[in-house]
């Protein structure tokens, strides 16, 4: 690759090495895109507070997710679709989690299987669930989390409609991706790409490749376009709770009040997330809500993790002072898959650890476990 420094960097090559409308589905919001926007600009925001003379020798970045060991307070975030950026996307991925020492969340709407990546991997990683209509091959799913020993549950909440992402219609993105004429082109002008995707074991939805061969549908798409479920509410939080026996993590909480309802649940994390600025378009950035959440419910059973527009060591440097346990990323993510699969996604996970470590350093922060709002330039 490329002389890359940065995640920025590594955004431009997936940029010329994958296909327009896949790359607009990791890169893009919904709407007019103002949270999205949102969500990095009030990151950036935030200012850091130098500190000089003090001894910051024999730095760590390590500590505890969920009671699990990691190199640092990161975690890859569920993502549709990954095996689409680079064939097998999803155990290329997950084996360069485990390798840098942090977890790996497998989407429901993954390319690879539940199966697939743990036979391809040799530790347990997070299995992520959405709740459909049908509540039986949602079971299944808990099931088959079970089955291949994944060790936390993520479960989304803020999906039960699909926000619109303009880009995604325009672009024709389906799975398989449509060849209208315009797709055609820009795809035949990545041949390395073809490749990688042709020989992935999977060109669909893995863990619902099941209910594709059993349903009357004509499409797989036309089946998940209508399981998403309106009626959901905490009661199905409840339900999970009962079928799932392991550590359980509730994604897509914004607003205080919810945060109260979901700490009552039991959660063992609660993700303060906007869906990457990909559903409720105005909605306030992740990095504002935070601290408001943290204020409301920290200290409590369930940790509070960050989730919007973490592209640097610096961010998660940021969210740590502002009370987050822990972040997860899932664009950055996406753009080193598509830039360098499995070595891509470790180049990525190593900038962001050495610019928390410097950053560390330079606000005299010798631990990741000693960082508060004294950091931070408020």
Same mark, same amino acid.
């Given at each position: 690759?490329?002389?890359?420094?940065?995640?920025?960097?590594?955004?431009?090559?997936?940029?010329?090495?994958?296909?327009?409308?896949?790359?607009?589905?990791?890169?893009?919001?919904?709407?007019?895109?103002?949270?999205?926007?949102?969500?990095?600009?009030?990151?950036?925001?935030?200012?850091?507070?130098?500190?000089?003379?003090?001894?910051?020798?024999?730095?760590?970045?390590?500590?505890?997710?969920?009671?699990?060991?990691?190199? !640092?307070? /990161? +975690?890859? =975030?569920?993502?549709?679709? $990954?095996?689409?950026?680079?064939?097998?996307?999803?155990?290329? #991925?997950? %084996?360069?989690?485990?390798?840098?020492?942090?977890?790996?969340?497998?989407?429901?709407?993954?390319?690879?299987?539940?199966?697939?990546?743990?036979?391809?991997?040799?530790?347990?990683?997070?299995?992520?669930?959405?709740?459909?209509?049908?509540?039986?091959?949602?079971?299944?799913?808990?099931?088959?989390?079970?089955?291949?020993?994944?060790?936390?549950?993520?479960?989304?909440?803020?999906?039960?409609?699909?926000?619109?992402?303009?880009?995604?219609?325009?672009?024709?993105?389906?799975?398989?991706?449509? !060849?209208? /004429? +315009?797709? =055609?082109?820009?795809?035949? $002008?990545?041949?390395?790409?073809?490749?990688?995707?042709?020989? #992935?074991? %999977?060109?669909?939805?893995?863990?619902?490749?099941?209910?594709?061969?059993?349903?009357?549908?004509?499409?797989?798409?036309?089946?998940?376009?209508?399981?998403?479920?309106?009626?959901?509410?905490?009661?199905?939080?409840?339900?999970?709770?009962?079928?799932?026996?392991?550590?359980?993590?509730?994604?897509?909480?914004?607003?205080?009040?919810?945060?109260?309802?979901?700490?009552?649940?039991?959660?063992?994390?609660?993700?303060?997330?906007?869906?990457?600025?990909?559903?409720?378009?105005?909605?306030?950035?992740?990095?504002? +809500?935070?601290?408001?959440?943290?204020?409301?419910?920290?200290?409590?059973?369930?940790?509070?993790?960050?989730?919007?527009?973490?592209?640097?060591?610096?961010?998660?440097?940021?969210?740590?002072?502002?009370?987050?346990?822990?972040?997860?990323?899932?664009?950055?993510?996406?753009?080193?898959?598509?830039?360098?699969?499995?070595?891509?996604?470790?180049?990525?996970?190593?900038?962001?650890?050495?610019?928390?470590?410097?950053?560390?350093?330079?606000?005299?922060?010798?631990?990741?476990?000693?960082?508060?709002?004294?950091?931070?330039?408020?």
């Amino acid at each position: 690759m490329a002389v890359v420094t940065n995640i920025q960097d590594l955004r431009a090559i997936a940029m010329r090495k994958v296909p327009r409308a896949i790359f607009h589905y990791a890169d893009r919001g919904s709407y007019d895109e103002t949270t999205l926007a949102a969500n990095r600009a009030d990151l950036a925001a935030i200012g850091l507070r130098q500190r000089v003379m003090i001894d910051v020798s024999d730095r760590s970045t390590a500590t505890t997710l969920i009671g699990e060991k990691v190199a !640092l307070p /990161l +975690a890859i =975030a569920p993502t549709g679709l $990954t095996g689409l950026f680079h064939g097998d996307g999803e155990i290329h #991925g997950c %084996r360069a989690a485990q390798a840098a020492g942090i977890p790996f969340t497998l989407s429901t709407m993954s390319i690879c299987s539940i199966e697939d990546v743990a036979g391809a991997v040799d530790k347990p990683f997070w299995f992520q669930l959405y709740v459909m209509r049908d509540r039986k091959f949602s079971e299944s799913l808990v099931e088959r989390a079970k089955a291949a020993k994944c060790s936390a549950l993520v479960l989304t909440l803020d999906l039960q409609i699909q926000g619109q992402r303009h880009n995604d219609i325009k672009n024709g993105l389906a799975v398989p991706p449509k !060849l209208t /004429l +315009a797709n =055609a082109l820009d795809i035949a $002008t990545k041949p390395r790409w073809i490749a990688s995707v042709l020989m #992935g074991r %999977r060109h669909s939805f893995g863990n619902l490749a099941v209910r594709q061969e059993s349903d009357s549908l004509s499409t797989l798409s036309q089946w998940i376009a209508g399981q998403f479920d309106p009626s959901l509410s905490w009661k199905d939080v409840e339900w999970v709770r009962s079928i799932w026996p392991g550590k359980l993590i509730l994604k897509g909480i914004l607003d205080v009040e919810d945060a109260k309802i979901a700490a009552q649940t039991g959660a063992d994390a609660i993700v303060v997330s906007n869906h990457g600025g990909r559903q409720l378009d105005g909605a306030v950035s992740t990095i504002k +809500a935070l601290p408001r959440i943290v204020d409301a419910i920290g200290g409590g059973k369930s940790e509070i993790w960050f989730d919007g527009g973490v592209q640097s060591g610096q961010d998660i440097l940021k969210a740590r002072a502002l009370g987050a346990k822990g972040c997860m990323m899932g664009k950055a993510f996406l753009w080193s898959l598509a830039a360098g699969g499995q070595a891509g996604v470790a180049q990525a996970i190593e900038i962001i650890r050495k610019e928390l470590d410097v950053s560390m350093a330079l606000t005299g922060t010798r631990d990741i476990e000693q960082v508060d709002r004294s950091v931070l330039e408020l």
